[in-house]
């Protein structure tokens, strides 16, 4: 069978600032498969981003292509919705792939919007179990699970026999995120005689980058802030690291954590949205309450006694993310794909 033309719309939000998506990485990954892929957009004003993927939209679909829209939980839900109705309006197949772990209370709060939206399309593409039980429990039958993809040689695997309280947070700064948990982190060690220091790597999102900054600078914590590096450099960082930490408040499936336990970083993190579909506590990671910097403390103090504990799970969860390899997720996009 032929492989449809990809028109892919959605956030390329490393061109305005922000850290590379999904997105990004699926569309390269999809044109090495040999399809033809349109995409957009990367304007960094909301509105014009979304001016830009419905000029993308009408110039370039046709009942022979399909529509893959990138589909959060904020403001950016709406950019699906409208996006949505045109192709139902024009009977253009579109596929949404839902990210964000706060996409469930969406389907509440924006019912009816949601329905036309996920269950006018083909298909709904969620990488996580969790968002596959909580969009089933809504009524949803139409869904896939494909989870988010790694191209794995990007990722050598460092075995930690013995560890140092030197932590590694990567994501973007945002509340939801709750990176000033991770400061309060560091503090807690240093006030417990423990010499930790922290790496924070990422962009800022809503302001919080500067606070984060000014936390660590008045209490005079080891805190670097290395703002947003491209992937290979954060990868090369890591090396001289050996616990990551994961303070979110909401998640889906997150990429960074996938990353870090590729690269054989031990991963501490909360337990919240779908991290307890992809992690298992005392198996492949330490998964502890949000918002609690003494469970994170007594995780971290856990892995730094028990250096053989720390080193078997850091192997599990290279073993679990191998099956995130595109190599190995290639074939359910090939098949889902094909006309």
């Known amino acids: 069978m032929d492989k449809r033309r990809i028109v892919y719309l959605g956030n390329k939000a490393s061109a305005f600032g922000g850290t590379v998506t999904t997105m990004e990485t699926l569309i390269g990954l999809l044109r090495s498969e040999g399809f ?7 304007k960094r004003n909301k509105i014009m981003r979304l001016l830009d993927m419905i000029f993308t939209f009408f110039r370039n679909t046709s009942r022979d292509s399909v529509v893959l829209i990138d589909t959060y939980s904020t403001q950016n839900f709406y950019y699906a919705v409208t996006i949505g109705n045109l192709c139902r309006l024009l009977r253009i197949p579109y596929i949404p792939i839902l990210h964000g772990g706060n996409l469930p209370e969406r389907l509440v709060k924006s019912r009816n919007a949601s329905w ?6 083909e298909i709904n593409v969620a990488p996580s179990q969790y968002l596959m039980e909580k969009f089933k429990a809504e009524g949803y039958n139409n869904l896939t699970h494909i989870p988010n993809v790694i191209d794995l040689q990007q990722y050598p695997f460092k075995n930690r026999t013995r560890l140092e309280p030197k932590l590694l947070w990567v994501r973007s700064f945002s509340q939801i995120y709750n990176p000033e948990l991770a400061i309060e982190l560091v503090q807690h060690l240093i006030q417990n005689g423990i010499k930790a220091e922290l790496c924070m790597v990422g962009p800022d999102k809503d302001g919080t980058l500067q ?5 660590a600078a008045d209490r005079n914590l080891p805190v670097t802030f290395t703002g947003k590096l491209e992937k290979q450099e954060w990868i090369d960082l890591a090396v001289d690291y050996d616990i990551f930490i994961n303070t979110t408040n909401f998640d889906n499936m997150p990429v960074s954590v996938i990353e870090a336990m590729a690269l054989g970083l031990p991963v ?4 919240v949205g779908g991290i307890p579909y992809l992690a298992k506590h005392d198996e492949n990671a ?3 309450e949000p918002n609690n910097v003494e469970l994170f403390y007594k995780a971290i103090l856990d892995l730094l006694n028990n250096p053989a504990k720390a080193e078997e799970l850091s192997k599990k969860a290279r073993s679990l993310v191998e099956n995130f390899d595109w190599e190995v997720v290639k074939h359910s996009w090939l098949k889902l794909l094909k006309a």
């Open 36 to 42: 033809e892929v349109v995409s957009a957009s990367s």
């Open 116 to 121: 036309k939206l996920f269950n006018g399309a």
């Open 211 to 215: 606070k984060c900054k000014t936390i």
């Open 268 to 271: 501490v993190t909360t337990n």
């Open 286 to 288: 330490m998964l502890v």
